[in-house]
């Protein structure tokens, strides 16, 4: 991937030869980010920030760059240089960039690869023979696709108000793909028949509620709310769901193994129906999940808003503004999701029988009661935001009068002192109490000052 939006930035840094500011963005950011800046760049640019670059960083920023950007990047770099770069790559990855070369680019990394130091040549020309005397691979049987895919499939049926495991694939039954990887997901796109894209949506965690239709298969993407206590940072957030109907069966996708989908693994759910019912009451299931979760959100935002009002401190205002992120997750995930409610109701060929179209009206009631939950607690909470901002700017205030308060009253006596220090005749100069007079007129005009103050209450809290 190359994104080019610090292009100008970077030929900027190169034109100026800013040599310690490129250095500092190779390495203070991970190397795949790194790669998709510099991967815009053209090959002499990119040759010239990594030649700028320590070698293991820029072995690692090169093992991110794609194929195009390493291609170009060999063919200008130093026979050397290109050789080191090869060999920091992963074996893995090294394998599979020599094996989508043609074979004209394959010959030409074998001439690099032979000018390369002999503790270097070895491995690299044992990798490339073994890629070039790899078969190609044959295609997959059904058999064998049903075979490499079945680890990630969990098998149910949904019958007699329960839902229970069975062992294989039947009509009218419920399949949960389960952590797949984006090796296999062309493999279960073709065991079950259905785009690609279908799968690959439903992993996206920026995808947004919605319906499509495609092949015969009708995905339906639902976004469900989701708490993750490794986060710190956000501990409530969104992720899709997909729905897939295809060939009488229900196809279920997600990122998260702990989903809403597991409590009707554990048949925590009433009443579980298959069909067109089950997509409902996952949705459904997940809108009284928001509900729950906002509730908690406010629970925790009046905890902290307590602490707040006893000690001022920055963690509680940084807790405040994580909270106040997932609602606005969660409000722009409940719109996508009543804005999909919306178009199933038209959708043709879904059916809504009574209790399909009772459940449904439900769930756009608690859907949109969730909105304006979500809503409500945002206002509050940014409210709340600016009034202790207001407070701790108040309070600084304060702090700052009284300390100017302070610094007046003791610039006073210094001011006194200063003239009667000074090398000139002054009155009282030969008085015996001349000291002890000086010190009554200091003390004089500071609590003078300090009468100043407490009458204007500058020093008030």
Same mark, same amino acid.
């Not at 990394?109 to 990798?127: D, G, N, S, V």
């Given at each position: 991937m190359k994104n080019p939006l610090l292009v100008p930035e970077l030929r900027d840094m190169i034109a100026d030869n800013r040599v310690e500011d490129l250095r500092a963005f190779c390495t203070s950011t991970s190397p795949d980010v790194v790669a998709e800046f510099l991967g815009a760049l053209t090959a002499a640019e990119l040759a010239e920030v990594l030649g700028l670059v320590e070698s293991p960083e820029r072995a690692a920023i090169f093992a991110n760059l794609d194929d195009d950007a390493r291609l170009a990047l060999i063919d200008i770099l130093d026979k050397e240089v290109a050789s080191d770069l090869m060999a920091a790559m992963p074996e893995e990855a090294r394998m599979g960039f020599l094996e989508r070369l043609s074979d004209e680019q394959q010959a030409?990394?074998?001439?690099?690869?032979?000018?390369?130091?002999? $503790?270097? +040549?070895?491995?690299?020309? =044992?990798? @490339? %023979?073994?890629?070039?005397?790899?078969?190609?691979?044959? &295609?997959?049987? !059904?058999? $064998?696709? +049903?075979?490499?895919?079945? =680890?990630? @499939? %969990?098998?149910?049926?949904?019958?007699?108000?329960?839902? &229970?495991?069975? !062992?294989?694939?039947?009509?009218?039954?419920?399949?949960?793909?389960? %952590?797949?990887?984006?090796?296999?997901?062309?493999l279960i796109a073709e065991h079950f028949k259905i785009p690609l894209d279908f799968l690959s949506a439903s992993l996206d965690i920026d995808e947004t509620a919605r319906i499509e239709v495609d092949e015969g298969a009708t995905l339906f993407i639902v976004k469900a709310p989701y708490f993750d206590e490794s986060n710190v940072d956000v501990l409530y957030f969104t992720i899709p769901i997909g729905i897939i109907l295809?060939?009488?069966?229900?196809?279920?996708?997600?990122?998260?193994?702990?989903?809403?989908?597991?409590?009707?693994?554990?048949?925590?759910?009433?009443?579980?129906?298959?069909?067109?019912?089950?997509?409902?009451?996952?949705?459904?299931?997940?809108?009284?999940?928001f509900l729950q979760h906002l509730k908690q959100l406010n629970n925790a935002a009046s905890v902290i808003q307590k602490k707040l009002e006893q000690e001022s401190r920055n963690q509680q205002l940084i807790k405040l503004f994580n909270i106040e992120k997932s609602l606005v997750y969660f409000t722009t995930s409940l719109k996508s999701n009543l804005l999909m409610l919306d178009r199933l109701r038209r959708l043709?060929?879904?059916?809504?029988?009574?209790?399909?179209?009772?459940?449904?009206?439900?769930?756009?009631?608690?859907?949109?009661?969730?909105?304006?939950?979500?809503?409500?607690?945002?206002?509050?909470?940014?409210?709340?935001?600016?009034?202790?901002?207001?407070?701790?700017?108040?309070?600084?205030?304060?702090?700052?009068?009284?300390?100017?308060?302070?610094?007046?009253?003791?610039?006073?006596?210094?001011?006194?002192?200063?003239?009667?220090?000074?090398?000139?005749?002054?009155?009282?100069?030969?008085?015996?109490?001349?000291?002890?007079?000086?010190?009554?007129?200091?003390?004089?005009l500071g609590l003078g000052a300090v009468a100043y103050f407490q009458r204007k209450r500058w020093l008030e809290p």
């Open positions: 030409k990394m074998r001439a690099i690869f032979e000018q390369a130091p002999p $503790e270097e +040549a070895r491995p690299l020309l =044992e990798t @490339l %023979e073994e890629v070039i005397e790899k078969p190609e691979p044959g &295609e997959m049987t !059904a058999e $064998e696709i +049903a075979s490499e895919v079945a =680890e990630h @499939l %969990e098998c149910f049926r949904v019958a007699g108000g329960r839902v &229970e495991r069975i !062992a294989h694939i039947e009509r009218g039954c419920w399949v949960n793909i389960v %952590e797949p990887t984006k090796e296999n997901l062309p295809a060939n009488g069966i229900t196809i279920t996708v997600c990122s998260k193994p702990q989903s809403v989908l597991r409590a009707f693994m554990d048949n925590q759910v009433r009443n579980p129906a298959g069909g067109h019912r089950f997509i409902l009451q996952i949705i459904f299931r997940s809108t009284l999940l043709r060929g879904f059916e809504l029988n009574e209790e399909n179209e009772d459940l449904l009206e439900d769930t756009l009631t608690e859907c949109k009661q969730a909105i304006e939950m979500a809503n409500i607690y945002s206002d509050i909470l940014s409210g709340m935001m600016d009034a202790f901002a207001s407070v701790i700017s108040n309070n600084l205030n304060i702090v700052m009068r009284l300390l100017t308060s302070i610094t007046i009253v003791i610039t006073i006596p210094v001011l006194v002192t200063g003239f009667f220090g000074m090398n000139v005749e002054l009155p009282l100069e030969k008085e015996p109490y001349a000291f002890l007079a000086i010190l009554g007129l200091c003390a004089a």
